[in-house]
C-alpha cells in the first residue's frame, strides 16, 4: 500500500504519526510512504526584494525542521519511504502529489482552524477530502 502523509511539524502531524505507530497492521504489513511537506511561498515582492537564493535557503531550511523528526521516526520503525517538499499552497499540492504518486491513500492531520464551514476540519483537509481521488484518514 502507498501511503501520503502530509506533514507540517506541528502538533498534528506527531498526533497523526503517534496513531500510525499505535495502529501499525492498519496499513498493511509493509506500506510504502511519501512524506509531503509543502512550504508556503513567500509572497512575491518579499521573494524579489531578498533573492531567490535566500527563499530557497529558508525553505529548504524550513523544510529539513519538519522532515527531519518524521524521517527519524520513519527509520525508528524500519518504514520504506521517499521525502517531497514543494512549495505552494497545501491542499493543492498534497493532491496533486496523491495523483502524481498514485497512492492508495492519503493521511494527514487536522487543525481545525478556518471559517465557520469548516470549524470542524482545517481548511486544508477539507478541501483535501473534498477533491481528492484517494481515500483520506485525517487524525485529529
Known amino acids: ?3 501520503l502523509l502530509a506533514v507540517d511539524g506541528s502538533k498534528h502531524t506527531k498526533k497523526m504519526l503517534a496513531y500510525l505507530s499505535t495502529h501499525e497492521g492498519l496499513l498493511g504489513t509493509t506500506p510504502e510512504y511519501v512524506v509531503l511537506n509543502v ?5 512575491p515582492r518579499a521573494a524579489r526584494a531578498v533573492g531567490k537564493e535566500i527563499v530557497e535557503n529558508f525553505h529548504h531550511a524550513e523544510s529539513e525542521t519538519v522532515m ?6 520513519l527509520d525508528r520503525h524500519s518504514a520504506t519511504y521517499k521525502t517531497r517538499t514543494v512549495v505552494g499552497h497545501a491542499a493543492e499540492e498534497i493532491l496533486k502529489c496523491a495523483k502524481k504518486d498514485k497512492v492508495d491513500l492519503i493521511v494527514m ?3 481545525g482552524h478556518g471559517s465557520f464551514t469548516s470549524m470542524l476540519l482545517g ?3 477539507q478541501k483535501v477530502l473534498a477533491q481528492a481521488e484517494a481515500p483520506v484518514m485525517v487524525v485529529r
Open 1 to 3: 500500500m502507498k501511503v
Open 39 to 43: 512550504q508556503m511561498p513567500i509572497p
Open 68 to 73: 527531519n523528526p518524521v524521517c527519524k521516526f
Open 109 to 111: 492531520g487536522s487543525r
Open 123 to 125: 481548511s486544508v483537509a
